[in-house]
């Protein structure tokens, strides 16, 4: 294909600085295939990396945004596992295929490139299939939160019927999480400060809904509701002090999936409670290609929904930042075609 194409590109740090430019289409090399880019879901990395110094000393114009879903247009030479009109979805950590992650791995949007634009060219194995039951926009929610989710989920085995799975806010992470371990059977308490989300929450599966406002201590309150047992899971999303309540509500040999740094990305807990009750605490931090296809089987096999809040249109990606330090119930999307 020729021609030129809209992307949204960084030329120096800081949001006040991107641009919506025009640049060539570009050719996929030997091993890459071109995709259409359908839709582009965003994260709270995306805030950190633009806002918080991600792109610190660039160099040249950079393209954010890692999380991606499209139609692929070209395939180049030697390029097998993808026909054209194939629908895919960017794998969020490019070289990871499975097993332990490595000590350095790339990732869209960061040191390897972003996905933010009409078409992208990129290896074939950084690509996954589409679920069928998912249109792009949903598709594109998947590859950093849903996956996230599904590894802290599955990872170290996946929670048995009648356990107890918390999960910290409302953002895409987490209600993915209450959405998955629901459909395992396992009883979700979901922490929020709003009350119109709790009871939104609930809907999806949910059975129990604290407001960290009202409960500060929410800890208490999960064993409370444990019958002093506590949790089996925690999907920790805050960081900072908020890793020491998550210890004290943790059940014998359960675990806490570190994954968010809302509060900061310093940590601080009493490791009594975690020692006593033989707790682990595993680093998450998305997954592994293989994850993410065993996540687009089980969203296919559950008829799982994704949950939206917003879609903007390709040019409002600036609004669509500033929906994202408001805080979305659910996943934002930019439509791109």
């Known amino acids: ?3 030129t194409m809209k992307q949204w590109r960084l030329e120096q740090p800081g949001r006040q600085h991107l641009k919506l430019a025009d640049v060539e289409i570009p050719r996929p090399a030997a091993g890459e295939v071109l995709v259409r880019v359908s839709a582009v879901s965003l994260n709270y990395r995306e805030n950190l990396m633009i806002d918080g110094g991600g792109y610190a000393g660039i160099k040249e114009p950079v393209v954010p945004t890692s999380d991606m879903a499209g139609e692929v247009v070209a395939t180049g030479a ?3 596992r993808f026909k054209e009109g194939a629908r895919v979805m960017a794998n969020f950590q490019t070289d990871w295929v499975d097993g332990p992650p490595q000590r350095e791995m790339r990732s869209l ?4 490139p972003g996905v933010l634009a009409e078409y992208v060219a990129m290896p074939e194995g950084w690509l996954v299939a589409s679920p069928t039951t998912l ?5 594109s929610t998947l590859p950093c939160a849903g996956l996230t989710a599904w590894t802290a989920l599955t990872d170290l085995g996946a929670p048995k019927p009648g356990q107890t799975v918390v999960t910290q806010g409302t953002g895409g992470v987490s209600l ?4 998955l371990a629901s459909a395992m059977g396992a009883r979700v308490i979901a922490l929020s400060g709003d009350e119109g989300k709790l009871a939104r929450v609930k809907a999806l599966g949910a059975a129990h809904g604290l407001n960290r406002r009202h409960t500060p201590e929410w800890d208490a309150a999960v064993l409370e509701l444990t019958g002093g047992r506590g949790a089996d899971y925690i999907l920790e999303l805050a960081g900072g002090d908020n890793l020491g309540r998550s210890a004290k509500a943790l059940a014998p040999g359960g675990r806490i999936s570190l994954i968010g740094v809302f509060e900061g990305f310093g940590v601080s807990f009493p490791t009594v409670p975690l020692m006593q009750r033989h707790g682990i605490i595993q680093g998450i931090f998305v997954g592994h290609r293989r994850g993410l296809e065993e996540l687009v089987r089980a969203v296919d096999a559950l008829a ?3 949950v939206v809040d917003t879609v903007y249109p390709l040019a409002d990606f600036p609004q669509a930042l500033e929906h994202l330090d408001r805080g979305p ?3 934002l999307v930019v439509r791109v075609r």
Do not use: N
């Open 135 to 139: 249109d792009d926009v949903q598709a």
């Open 78 to 80: 030697g390029a097998r």
């Open 329 to 331: 119930f659910g996943k």
């Open 304 to 306: 799982l929904k994704p």
């Open 1 to 3: 294909m020729s021609g």
């Open 109 to 112: 949007g960061a040191s390897a």
């Open 176 to 179: 993915f999480a209450v959405q």
